[in-house]
């Protein structure tokens, strides 16, 4: 209500009241500023329903916790964990209370809490020792406690909840601090600037007319008044500041029922001006139901998966070390793939080991694509290895001779263009020969120090989703490239690719390139390519930059810790509802809910029409008040009787409000919204294109008005009939107005069957209203009275009835010569 009593408006609606007091027009005075009342009403109900639309968001975008209640593992909201809850924490996870470990071992980044850029080991047990992925020593802390909103970088653990909200450690800290404030958007800072310039100039022209009037005129001063009130309340677009913040909340609010979740809403402005979709292969354009189809052993024809194929004594072994390889309880689909597999066909046999404490881990690195799990042997110096990894990367770390590793390379290429993700598995012994004081053994620095022996190869199925062909071919209609991303092997990234419709000769960028080549050869190397394979975290992010350098507007999906810096980089950064991280979910601006590559294609298309919405409302704003700014100034420099008085206005505003926030927001989408190419990523509705057409609507409309008042007041008609002909005539030219910038009253019948398959559903409803208006300002004598309007005659119904159908003619006019002329629609 503050908001509303600091607005221009709500100033120029007082003070046009009191001049009706003073005048001695009590009633006038009244009548005027209950309008007052319905301004605020409307501006409460517009905020209840954009804060309703965010407060939902918010609970959407809650932080989530893992807890054990009823013996099963659930996902609850951050804010109902209770102090005793267990937690399971997993890495990427951000804590949701301060907690006490109880199994398992973790790395934490405490830089919130600490400063400290380092990850903190933390154990329930006194901690094996491990390396880190950058090979030095971390502090490390037994039986440790856990804090709210440190991040899991590494690791799985249980542990029991011992402080929550204000008690935790950040939310001591947090009682400190004092709220930030959203920053507007660039769209909203340029209508404030806009609005706050028309003001202005509106009290200006608003206080020249006063003293033209009543010092050059002679006129009193009290009318004058009235006069130059009633031009500011004509030229200030109180409409804009409403339309930028409804549309977007109430825009992210219907992707929200579309299963993506919007965390910022300018992301919703910079949906429709995507130009790259850089999407990750796994879980977003296949299922991410990941299943072992085929292995191939050394020395033995490649099995493949049927209801009754058994394994043969090679492939226990194959199976065996891969399972071995792979964390009992593993969080990437891929190794719960192996480990279900292995548990299925290896059940009851002495190859399974559930149990098995690992004595060391080499952890999967981008110098290395493989990681190796150490453990102890009934010899305590001797240790065995197993590893599996990239079949390149344990090849190599195999030491094979070269015609065996060219071999192994035909066999990788032939499974993987079947559009299979293909891993190599290897084991080895390792023989202690040096220990620490404390008896630990001294690990050799990297897994090349290992000597291997190669078993073969395992290779997985990931289907592609149904529906992504289909949304692929949307995007390349709409002028989205789409780029497809993996660690996947070269081969099988291109038999997905073919697969998936994505091209039928992709191109391809490795990751080692986005790597090593220089900023220009890169940028160069990405204008044709739309596969990259071999892709690590860290190589996004660059692949983000180089997109961006070339003038893209870059969309990008991710779910690790990793990807959370080329999530923030890109324009818009989506990150996985289901698999993905809670540090990736923070940093991305959207999140799938259902991991669906297809929504993120519908996502596009309403972020398009959220901005073409926003450019006809626009142009519909500055299209209505030409006419009411002319009549309000015009009839008072010509020295004719007035118009439009405050009063009138008022109405008209009423009207325009919730056309703006509630007939122009549920606009549906336009037939050609995902056949046009994108809109350029600097375009506005403040565009001059889309402002000068505007006027041309307007000036047009203000034209007949002024024409058929002036043909009237010639003839001697009354002042009231006269008013009453300019009022009905300027209110159904405001509706003609709507629906043409709607799309409602097209230029032919035929056209909008042929262009249209929605109807706005507040358009019919919309011109009732504006019907009701008319009838009871003319057909109650109360109302006319106080409006100061007169029952018009059959010749002045006839100059109305001409107005508006010349009217009509015009905007057909216009919209045959120029279409929609929305920058949405302009191509790049």
């Known amino acids: 209500m503050l908001d509303v009593l600091r607005e221009p408006m709500f100033a120029l609606l007082l003070a046009a009241g009191s001049v009706y007091w003073l005048l001695g027009d009590r009633a006038e005075a009244a009548f005027l500023l209950s309008f007052v009342f319905v301004i605020i009403g409307i501006t409460l109900v517009q905020q209840r329903k954009t804060q309703h639309a965010l407060d939902a968001l918010r609970d959407l975008s809650a932080p989530r916790a893992c807890v054990i209640r009823d013996g099963r593992e659930q996902r609850i909201a951050g804010r109902d964990v209770v102090r005793g809850d267990w937690l399971v924490l997993r890495e990427g996870d951000r804590v949701p209370a301060d907690a006490r470990l109880i199994t398992g071992a973790l790395s934490v980044d405490e830089s919130l809490l600490t400063g400290e850029s380092v990850p903190v080991d933390k154990s329930a047990e006194p901690p094996s020792a491990e390396l880190s992925d950058a090979g030095a020593d971390r502090p490390t802390a037994a039986g440790a406690e856990v804090y709210a909103s440190t991040v899991v970088t590494r690791g799985v653990a249980q542990a029991v909840v011992t402080a929550i909200g204000g008690a935790t450690a950040v939310g001591r800290i947090g009682r400190a601090l004092g709220t930030v404030a959203d920053m507007p958007s660039r769209l909203q800072r340029d209508s404030r600037r806009i609005v706050r310039r028309l003001a202005i100039g509106a009290a200006c022209l608003a206080l020249a007319l ?48 579309r299963q993506v979740l919007t965390r910022r809403l300018p992301a919703v402005e910079a949906l429709g001006a995507i130009t790259v979709l850089a999407v990750d292969k796994t879980g977003t354009l296949t299922l991410n139901r990941m299943s072992v189809v085929a292995l191939a052993p050394v020395g033995a024809p490649v099995w ?37 597999f292995g548990h299925q066909r290896l059940a009851g046999t002495e190859h399974v080991h559930d ?12 110098g290395i694509l493989a990681m190796t799990h150490v453990y102890a042997s009934h010899d305590p110096r001797r240790h065995l290895l197993a590893t599996k990894g990239s079949p390149e990367a344990v090849v190599d770390l195999c030491h094979l001779p070269e015609p065996r590793r060219a071999a192994i390379s035909a066999q990788v290429e032939a499974l993987a263009a079947e559009g299979l993700r293909v891993l190599g598995v290897a084991r080895g012994h390792w023989e202690e020969t040096r220990a620490t004081p404390d008896g630990q053994p001294t690990w050799p620095a990297s897994q090349h120090d290992f000597d291997f022996e190669f078993l073969g190869l395992i290779a997985l199925q990931d289907p592609p989703r149904a529906d992504v062909p289909d949304a692929i071919a949307a995007c390349r209609t709409a002028g989205v490239r789409v780029i497809m991303m993996t660690g996947d092997h070269p081969a099988t990234a291109l038999a997905i690719a073919r697969q998936v419709g994505l091209s039928e000769r992709p191109r391809l960028v490795l990751g080692h390139e986005i790597a090593e080549l220089s900023d220009e050869a890169l940028r160069e190397r990405l204008r044709e390519a739309n596969v990259c394979a071999r892709v690590q975290p860290e190589h996004k ?100 009787p007035a118009l439009l008085l405050p009063v009138h206005i008022v109405l008209l505003e009423v009207l325009i409000d919730p056309a703006c926030s509630v007939a122009f927001e549920a606009e549906p989408p336009a037939a050609d919204v995902m056949t046009r190419p994108p809109r350029a990523a600097d375009a506005s509705p403040f565009a001059r294109a889309n402002v000068a057409h505007a006027l041309l609507q307007g000036g047009g409309v203000s034209l007949l008005l002024l024409l058929g008042a002036a043909w009237l007041h010639q003839i001697g008609t009354a002042e009231g009939m006269l008013r009453a002909v300019v009022f009905v005539s300027l209110l159904a030219g405001a509706v003609a107005l709507i629906g043409f910038n709607l799309a409602q009253l097209p230029v032919a019948i035929g056209a909008a069957r042929r262009q249209r398959r929605e109807t706005n559903r507040w358009w019919w409803p919309m011109v009732g209203a504006v019907a009701l208006t008319i009838a009871l300002a003319l057909g109650v004598p109360a109302l006319r009275g106080l409006m100061r309007l007169a029952l018009p005659d059959v010749t002045a119904w006839g100059i109305a009835a001409a107005i508006v159908a010349l009217s009509l003619g015009w905007l057909a006019i216009l919209r045959r010569s120029r279409g929609d002329p929305s920058p949405a629609a302009a191509p790049r």
Not at 234 to 256: D, N
Not at 355 to 366: A, C, D, M, Q, S
């Open 210 to 257: 006063v003293l033209l009037r009543w010092w050059w005129g002679g006129e009193m001063l009290l009318p004058s008044l009235l006069a130059g009130i009633a031009l500011g309340m004509a030229i200030i677009p109180e409409e804009l500041p409403v339309i930028l913040t409804v549309f977007p909340a109430l825009g992210a609010w219907r992707l929200s029922k």
């Open 304 to 340: 493949r998966d049927a209801a009754d194929a058994a394994l043969s004594e090679p492939l226990h072994a194959l199976v065996e070390f891969a399972m071995l390889a792979t964390p009992a309880d593993p969080f990437d689909p891929m190794e719960q793939a192996i480990q279900a």
């Open 355 to 366: 149990g098995r404490p690992v004595e060391f881990k080499y952890p999967l690195g981008e």
């Open 541 to 640: 992010l660059r692949l983000v930059q180089a997109l961006q350098a070339e003038g893209e507007t870059v969309a990008m999906t991710g779910d690790g810790v990793n990807d959370a810096p080329a999530l923030k980089a890109a324009h818009v950064g989506i990150a996985m509802g289901q698999r993905g991280t809670d540090v990736a979910r923070e940093a991305a601006s959207l999140v799938l809910l259902d991991d669906s590559f297809a929504k993120i294609v519908g996502a596009i298309a309403q972020g398009r029409r959220i901005f073409d919405n926003i450019s006809r409302a626009m142009r519909f704003v500055f299209a209505v008040h030409v006419p009411i700014v002319v009549l309000a100034l015009l009839p008072a420099l010509l020295g004719w």
